[in-house]
């Protein structure tokens, strides 16, 4: 039955994509109180699998991976580091012309003395546990046994005093057979967000976070490049020759939303996914139990991976991503931290949320739809008057 209040297409959320007709979904009422202790405690994967990005102007970056003797773990990482950076603040001019002063996780070779674990390779991705030895982790350690129990912390080899001219980006992705048990409270590090550039793209922005922040690899699917796939059509028709449409663009492609969803552009770039809440294609397939709620918190706390959601107002869809939680009594359990990729602190005034239905400013679901950021509890995310939670997307990773 059609709602009394007018959709959220009408009140130019920039966001959202329409559908002809949705049927409800009914979910599972838990008790935040009964449940949120299962939560906590039983991870949803008995392997703990974390991706994070290593400081590169610090010589080590905990991981918040502990380890046990004999225990076996596997690190792969990737990216490029500047050892070398201009700083003309500090009169420091950086890489000669004739140098190089890049290098991946692999490091390279080099003649100078003083490094923090002299005669491995210079500026290379470097680990130990605890304070134990320091051994050589460079693009791949694979199935690699802990000396000792501790922390795993992963660093760069450098001279003591040369940290602060390192730039640029490592990421690296652990997998260790002990299972996890997710923090109490927890924000996604080494985070990449970004903002729909076409109205209607919001299923293209949560689907270019969830597979850049999958850590499987790191892969970047810009929207233009997922929109110009699904359609099989060049990239510069669909953004323009730039390929960057950007939020006030107007791109000579109308927005292609029939249909589109995070999961096509899944397929289109073979990644696997997992969903809680509805079917597939949002009939009533599913519930949303506490196994979606245990791999909701593992995924954000030990995966260090965002979780992408849907919500509707029954007549139009909004595709928006869970970056971390926190444990608030005084909030009812489990609070949630939201990013809404449709809400663009530069594109001027957002829509007043009071504007959203009658009597309707204050609810939390409007308060997290009119900002780019919000923090829900956990029973108003599984119902988020005036809107309702369709479906919870996570474990997306590159298909092997």
């Known amino acids: 039955m059609p709602l009394s209040r007018p959709s959220i297409c009408a009140l130019r959320v920039p966001c959202l994509r329409g559908v002809a007709a949705m049927k409800l979904v009914k979910y599972l009422a838990l008790s935040m109180a009964a449940m949120l202790p299962q939560v906590i405690a039983a991870p949803a994967h008995a392997q703990q699998s974390k991706r994070l990005c290593v400081v590169l102007n610090q010589p080590w970056t905990p991981t918040g991976v502990v380890v046990i003797p004999g225990e076996t773990f596997t690190v ?37 003395q003083g490094f923090l674990a002299q005669g491995l390779p210079c500026w290379s991705l470097i680990g130990r546990v605890g304070n134990g030895p320091i051994f050589p982790v460079g693009t791949s350690l694979q199935n690699f046994t802990a000396p000792s129990a501790g922390e795993l912390y992963l660093g760069v080899n450098d001279t003591p005093n040369d940290y602060f001219d390192n730039t640029g980006e490592w990421q690296a992705e652990i997998t260790t057979s002990v299972p ?30 969830l597979m850049e922040n999958s850590g499987a690899g790191w892969e970047h699917h810009d929207q233009c490049e997922q929109v110009a796939v699904l359609k099989n059509l060049p990239a510069a028709t669909v953004c323009g020759a730039n390929g960057d449409a950007g939020f006030h663009d107007q791109a000579p492609f109308t927005p292609w939303n029939t249909g589109a969803t995070p999961q096509a552009s899944f397929d289109a770039f073979h990644f696997t996914y997992s969903m809680g809440g509805s079917s597939v294609n949002f009939g009533l397939g599913g519930w949303l139990g506490v196994t979606t709620v245990q791999a909701l918190v593992s995924q954000i706390g030990c995966g260090n991976r965002p979780i ?93």
Not at 180 to 205: N, R, T
């Open 76 to 112: 792969t990482a990737s990216g490029d580091m500047d050892w070398f950076t201009p700083m003309p603040e500090r009169g420091w001019r950086g890489c000669p012309p004739a140098a190089h002063c890049h290098t991946t996780p692999a490091g390279a070779a080099c003649q100078f």
């Open 180 to 209: 996890c048990v997710p923090p109490l409270a927890h924000d996604i590090s080494c985070l990449k967000l970004y903002e729909q550039k076409q109205s209607l793209w919001c299923w293209a922005a949560a689907a270019e976070i």
């Open 308 to 400: 992408g959601i849907v919500w509707t107002n029954d007549r139009d869809l909004h595709n928006m991503v869970v970056t971390g939680y926190e444990t608030n009594p005084l909030a009812g359990g489990l609070v949630l931290h939201i990013y809404n990729p449709g809400i663009h602190p530069d594109s001027g005034p957002a829509p007043s949320p009071a504007n959203a239905a009658p009597n309707s400013a204050a609810k939390p679901g409007v308060v997290c739809m009119y900002s780019q950021t919000c923090r829900i509890s956990y029973t108003d995310f599984l119902n988020p008057d005036p809107f309702r939670l369709i479906s919870v997307i996570y474990d997306v990773h590159k298909a092997p």
